[in-house]
């Protein structure tokens, strides 16, 4: 199974950037299906992004089309979401997701999380 870590969450202000990482161990990472998802308090865990095991063909919620990107280095190990023209209502704790054949938008459907980052823009 593969164990994976986030990193890079924090408080930034509206209009601004941050990249999150998702450091994977104990498996071969490009053996998986990476995706990001989020969730606000009081609210469903939301779908955000996904990207292939070679990181071919991501796909975007609508929400943040243009504005987050998804990409991976496999030689690291590690994938990254890149959020830019962060908004307030991206304000969430942010997951990274993987799994060996899923590769879709319902996170029931995925097998190894990590733990979360909080992400918070302020106004």
């Known amino acids: 199974q593969v164990q994976l870590v986030e990193s890079g969450g924090g408080l930034v202000q509206a209009g601004g950037s941050l990249r999150l990482s998702c450091a994977a161990s104990?498996?071969?990472?490009?053996?998986?299906?990476m995706a990001w998802f989020r969730q606000a308090p009081g609210k469903e865990r939301e779908f955000v992004g996904v990207?292939?095991?070679?990181?071919?063909?991501?796909a975007y919620a609508d929400s943040v089309k243009g504005r987050f990107t998804i990409s991976r280095d496999n030689a690291k190990n590690t994938g990254y979401l890149q959020m830019n023209s962060l908004r307030p209502e991206d304000t969430a704790v942010y997951y990274c997701?993987?799994?060996?054949?899923?590769?879709?938008?319902?996170?029931?459907?995925?097998?190894?999380w990590g733990q979360g980052a909080q992400v918070t823009v302020s106004s």
């Open positions: 104990g498996h071969t990472f490009s053996n998986y299906n």
């Open positions: 990207t292939s095991r070679i990181g071919a063909s991501p």
């Open positions: 997701a993987a799994d060996r054949t899923y590769i879709g938008r319902y996170y029931r459907q995925y097998t190894y």
